[in-house]
C-alpha cells in the first residue's frame, strides 16, 4: 500500500536529478569537448542549452562603478562579433567563436540562491549591473523567464538595478521592472549601437531589429521605467560615420529614449581574436587599418574623444540627455575613465 501511495504522489515531491555545477561543466569539456554534455538540451534555434547549478548569483567585481554583477546566463545566441563577453566564455573551455554563441548555460536555481543573497541581514542593497556577462533577455529567457524571476527577487529585497540588454522581450516584464522602480529603483540600457541596416546585420547576426529595440524603450518609458539607450559600441569602419551616428541619434530620440551614452569598441583576449579573424574571413581590405588602430585594447584617446565629441553634438541638437551615470561605462569593464574633450570634432572620417 504504501509503495502505491509513493508512485502515485504528486511531483512536487520529485526534486530530479541535481544539475551539474559549472565547474563540473567545465571538466567534462576539457576532457570530452562539447558532446560530452550528454544531458544538454538542443532547441530549435541550434544552440545547445546546459542547464547547471550555481553556487553564487551576485558576483562582486572591483574597479567598476557597481559592485554586484548578475548574469542568469553564460554565453549568448545574439552573437554579436564585438562583445566583450566572449572572452569570458574560455573560462569554461569553451572558444570565444561558434561556442559562446550556440553553447549556453542556463543558471537554472539563479533565482532561489538570489533570494538567499538579498535576504543576507549583511546585504548592503547596492545596485546590482544585471547582463554584463551575456543578454538577459536572449530568446531562451522566454522558456526559462529566469531574469523574471530575479527581478522580483530583486524587488523583495529592495536592490536596485542597472541592466543592459537588446532583446525586446524585456517589455514582458514592465510589471516587475515597474515595482522594482517603486522598491528600489531600477535603469534600463537597451544597446542600440546603430540603426544602419547593413552594419546590424553584419555585426549582431543574432539580434532583434534596432527599430524593434527602441520601440521597446519607448514602451518601457511610458510604463514608467526609467530607459535610454546605450549606443555601445560604436565600431570603426561599421558604425561610426556622421551619417550613421546622426541617423542613430535622431531615431533614438525620436522613440522618447530617457537618456543616451556611447562607447568606442575595444578588443581583448578571446574578443580580440573573433574580432579579427571575423574581418580576415569577412572584410580582409580593413584589417590593416584595425592593426594600427587597436595596437592596444582601445583605439587612441584621439579617435575615442573623437567619436564622443561627434555624438555628444548630436545629443545637443535631437535634445538627448547624456548620461553620466556609473553604468554607461559597462562597456570597460577595467573601469577606465577618460576625460571627453568638450570641444566639438569635426575632422572625424571613418
Ligand atoms: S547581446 Fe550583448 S551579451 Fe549578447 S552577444 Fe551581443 S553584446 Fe554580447
Redesign the pocket.
Known sequence: MANQVASTLPLFLDLGTPKPSTRDIAHTIRNGGTSALTDAERRADEATYQEVACRSALNPVSGMPFKWTLNPYRG?T???HY?F?RRYHVQFELNADDEF?SVILVKRNVAEVLRREVDRPAWKREVVAVGTA??PY?PIEGHYRLTRSCLEVLAAGRTPIGLVT?GPMIVRDCDKLRDLTRAAGATVYM?VPTVDEEAWRTL?PG?AHPLQRLRAVRTLVDAGVNAGVLMAPIVPGFSSSRDKLERTVKAIADHGARFVGCNVMYLQDGTRSHFMKFLEREFPSMQPRYERLYEQKYPPASYRNEVRGMVRVLQERYGLVRRQDASTTVAEPDGTKERVNDAEQVGFAW
Open positions: 549568448c545574439h552573437g554579436c562583445c563577453a554563441a551575456t543578454d536572449q537588446k544597446s549582431e539580434t
